[in-house]
């Protein structure tokens, strides 16, 4: 069963940097694409990046391109998102997404992790 | 790139059936089949209702329908239980670039 775990979230101030984490289990990790989507309080989805599955390929939202870069180690079955330059308006729920397919992009999600950007 | 148009809120008595709209352009909805649906419980995270516009994955209830005519694509539910609350979402590939693009949500209340 697909498991997957954030974590990395808390409180950081404007400007500054966190990283969060996603575990995954239960799955050939290694062989699938991810993607992080984010999802602000009390707002919609908002997908945020994408890393192919030997990382030959990353693509990002407008809204955090420069700032963020997504990596992924698949020795540790884990995806990362650094998050650089934080802004007010990247304070959300941080969810990892799997994609079987191209056709079907966000078939396993997270629990998430909360980033909040305040000072 | 903008949003897809879904509407803000839809409503339905148990047993009856209510069609959720999601509205894009010839450049992201109108451009594949890549289409997807997801429902969302308060504090839990998204979970994947249909795929590849009208694709139910494995163990989603056949009460859950998706089709596409055009720009829009569209989810249906057919016999409305009160477990089917929620927030729902769509979502399209973004044409030619790997972008993906969210509907902004439709509050489903069972009446």
């Known amino acids: 069963q697909v498991q997957l775990v954030e974590s990395g979230g808390g409180v950081v101030q404007p400007g500054g940097s966190l990283r969060l984490s996603c575990a995954a289990s239960?799955?050939?990790?290694?062989?699938?694409?991810m993607h992080w989507v984010r999802q602000a309080p009390g707002k919609g989805l908002e997908w945020v990046a994408f890393?192919?599955?030997?990382?030959?390929?990353?693509f990002y939202a407008d809204s955090v391109k420069g700032r963020f870069t997504i990596s992924r180690d698949n020795s540790k079955n884990t995806l990362y998102l650094q998050m650089n330059s934080l802004r007010d308006e990247d304070t959300a729920v941080y969810y990892c997404?799997?994609?079987?397919?191209?056709?079907?992009?966000?078939?396993?999600w997270g629990q998430g992790t909360l980033v909040t950007v305040s000072s | 790139q903008s949003a897809l148009t879904q509407p803000a809120s839809v409503s339905g008595s148990p047993g009856q059936s209510i069609t959720i709209s999601c509205s894009g352009t010839?450049?992201?909805?109108?451009?594949?089949?890549?289409v997807s649906w997801y429902q969302q419980h308060p504090g839990k995270a998204p979970k994947l209702m249909i795929y590849?516009?009208?694709k139910r994955p494995s163990g989603v209830s056949d009460r859950f329908s998706g089709s596409k005519s055009g720009n829009t694509a569209s989810l249906t539910i057919y016999g409305l239980q009160a477990e089917d609350e929620g927030d729902y979402y769509c979502?399209?590939?973004?044409?030619?670039?790997?972008?993906?693009?969210f509907g902004g949500g439709t509050k489903l209340t069972v009446l």
């Open positions: 997404a799997k994609e079987t397919s191209g056709s079907n992009p966000f078939d396993s």
């Open positions: 979502c399209s590939h973004g044409g030619s670039t790997r972008h993906w693009v």
């Open positions: 239960g799955i050939a990790f290694s062989t699938y694409a």
């Open positions: 010839r450049s992201d909805v109108g451009d594949s089949n890549v």
């Open positions: 890393i192919h599955y030997d990382e030959v390929q990353n």
């Open positions: 590849e516009v009208g």
